[in-house]
């Protein structure tokens, strides 16, 4: 596992071959703190020891043993201790695909799927999360799919429900999108704020909070985000860390690592030789 803190911190973070569409986390953090960021999946996370803050739109969750923590795709949050001993937790990240096939598979539910909930106390949950993460570490591919399947029924039948899209026409909406355009497209140079609003006709102030409406946080953190997430997807293809960081736009591996591990949880170097060692051993990873 890496080791954050030699002594109290650890974290893994990985994929099972056989579950592709699944990420994995089991961590205990004591000082690391999670900046605002998004997830393009769901996150489902349930603490084991300790107690962690979410920090959500809605305001902050204190989650301690027997919580389940959801958040749907693109919801900003942040993540720290909420008490002093830190926390220990395991957090599974489907797709949004995957969550959707198993609503119209095992539900009643039909189009894009979410949850009106973010912290639960749900027990009967918490340990399957648990048992999902026992199963792909033990390379049990059925297990491991069939409590995955279990769980998000369970969800989603508890705390789920259809998603209503929210649209805006509103000129500062429109600035927002065409700004996050921009941003992804000349994510290696970005123009500073004011150049972007002179640009898109409005001024940096207005850009800013409409950005921060439409998104839950202002460019430039939304950049940062942005830039890992690219990050991880080019370690993914097996793009060096070095590589990855000066395409994204990061000044160099340091910069690339700092991000990454207070966003992701784990250094991009080791990120990256979790995912070669997942599809180096078919899927099983036990020691």
């Not at 923590?69 to 909420?82: D, F």
Request: hydrophobic share 40%; proline share 7%.
């Amino acid at each position: 596992m890496a080791e954050a803190d030699a002594t109290r911190e650890w974290a893994r973070y990985w994929q099972y071959a056989e579950l592709p569409h699944l990420d994995l986390l089991r961590a205990s953090y004591v000082r690391h703190t999670f900046p605002r960021h998004s997830h393009e999946g769901f996150v489902f996370g349930t603490i084991t020891r300790g107690v962690e803050d979410v920090g959500l739109p809605g305001g902050t969750v204190h989650a301690g043993p027997g919580t389940v923590v959801m958040i749907n795709p693109e919801v900003p949050h942040t993540a720290r201790a909420g008490v002093p001993e830190g926390w220990v937790y395991a957090t599974l990240y489907p797709s949004a695909q995957v969550v959707n096939d198993i609503a119209a598979d095992l539900t009643s539910l039909r189009g894009t799927v979410g949850f009106t909930e973010t912290g639960v106390r749900d027990p009967l949950a918490a340990r399957l999360i648990v048992q999902v993460h026992r199963a792909a570490e033990e390379g049990n591919a059925l297990a491991a799919d069939s409590v995955l399947r279990v769980l998000v029924a369970r969800l989603l039948d508890h705390h789920g429900g259809v998603l209503t899209a929210r649209v805006s026409h509103s000129a500062g909406a429109r600035d927002a999108a065409r700004a996050r355009a921009v941003l992804e497209e000349r994510m290696e140079r970005p123009p500073t704020l004011e150049a972007l609003a002179a640009e898109l006709g409005t001024s940096p102030f207005a850009l800013l909070r409409a950005f921060k409406k439409e998104y839950g946080m202002p460019p430039h953190t939304w950049l940062t985000d942005a830039r890992v997430r690219r990050a991880r997807r080019m370690l993914d293809a097996g793009t060096a860390p070095a590589a990855a960081a000066v395409v994204v736009g990061f000044t160099d591996q340091p910069h690339l690592n700092r991000h990454f591990t207070r966003i992701v949880g784990v250094p991009p170097g080791a990120y990256q030789r979790e995912r070669a060692r997942t599809y180096k051993t078919g899927g099983d990873t036990r020691p």
